[in-house]
C-alpha cells in the first residue's frame, strides 16, 4: 500500500506440505515523521529450504528475526539467527546520515550515510566438523563504513574474528570506486599453534600460520604490494610444504 508518501509491505508465505516453514515480512514508512518499520520472521522446521540451500549439516530447524523501528535518518535493525532452537548469531546493523566536511566556497555541509555492523555468535554449527577448529566459539564482525558523493566509500574499520582468524583493515574508495587506500592484514593461526583446516573446497587444506598483507595508498604514490607468508601448507591430496612465500608488487593508476 503506497499514499502520499507513506508505504506498507506485507508479505507471508506459508508452506504448504505439512511442515513448518514461514517466511513472514511487514515493513512500513511515514513520510510526514520519516519513521520506518521493518519485522522479517523466517521459521523452518528440520530439512527446511534455507538450511538445505546453505548446506548446513543435519539440515537444523531455523528461525531468523530482523526488526527495526527507528527514523530513516538513525535506523537500527536487530538480527538474531538460532538452529535447533540454539541462538547462533546475533546483533545490530546501523544506517544513519550525519553532517560531514563543508564542501565549496558556500560551505554547504555535506551529507554522509553511514553504515556500522557488530555481528558474533557461535556459528560452528552451521559449518562441517572439519572447519569448526578454524571458526571456533566466537565469530565476530565489526563494521564501520561511509558514503558521500563528494568523497565517495570508505571502510573505516573492518575487524573479522574467529578462533583462527585475525583481520583488521581499511578500504577508501573515490565516487568511481577506485582505490585511494588499502590497507589490509591478516593471520590465521590457532592459539595453541597447530595446523588448521582452511575453509576452502576441494582437498582439505591445512596451514600452521599464514599471514596476509595488502597496501596501497594513493597519496604516496601508485605502489601496490600483496604479501603472503605460509608455514607448513598441506593438502590431503599429497601436497606439502614447509614455508611459501607469495609477493605481488604493481601499480594502480587512478584514471
Given amino acids: 500500500q503506497l499514499a502520499d508518501g507513506d508505504g506498507n509491505l506485507r ?22 515523521t520519516g519513521q520506518l518499520t521493518a519485522e522479517l520472521d523466517v521459521r523452518e522446521a528440520r530439512g527446511g529450504l534455507i538450511a538445505t540451500l546453505a548446506r548446513f549439516p543435519g539440515a537444523p530447524s531455523l528461525t531468523l528475526s530482523v526488526s527495526g523501528d527507528d527514523p530513516i535518518t538513525d535506523f537500527l535493525a536487530t538480527l538474531a539467527l538460532s538452529t535447533d532452537e540454539v541462538q547462533r548469531l546475533s546483533g545490530t546493523v546501523r544506517l544513519r546520515e550525519t553532517a560531514g566536511a563543508s564542501t565549496g566556497s558556500t560551505n554547504d555541509t555535506e551529507i554522509q550515510q553511514v553504515l556500522e555492523a557488530q555481528l558474533g555468535g557461535d556459528v560452528t554449527p552451521l559449518f562441517i566438523p572439519q572447519y569448526q577448529a578454524f571458526f571456533g566459539k566466537e565469530v565476530a564482525l565489526d563494521l564501520r563504513a561511509a558514503r558521500s558523493a563528494d568523497r565517495g566509500i570508505s571502510v573505516e574499520a573492518l575487524h573479522l574474528t574467529a578462533a583462527a582468524l585475525d583481520l583488521p583493515g581499511s578500504v577508501d574508495l573515490t565516487p568511481e570506486f577506485a582505490p585511494r587506500l588499502i590497507d589490509v592484514t591478516g593471520a590465521v593461526a590457532t592459539p595453541i599453534g597447530v595446523p588448521v583446516v582452511l575453509p576452502l573446497p576441494g582437498p582439505a587444506t591445512l596451514v600452521n600460520r599464514a599471514d596476509i598483507d595488502v597496501s596501497f595508498d594513493a597519496s604516496r604514490g601508485d605502489a601496490l604490494l600483496v604479501t603472503a607468508n605460509i608455514n607448513d601448507f598441506q593438502r590431503h591430496d599429497g601436497i606439502l610444504v614447509d614455508t611459501v612465500t607469495l609477493r605481488a608488487d604493481g601499480t594502480l593508476t587512478l584514471s
Avoid at 508479505?11 to 511487514?26: A, I, K, S
Fill in 11 to 32: 508479505l507471508r508465505l506459508v508452506r504448504q506440505d505439512g511442515t513448518e516453514g514461514l517466511f513472514d515480512l511487514e515493513t512500513g514508512f511515514a513520510n510526514e
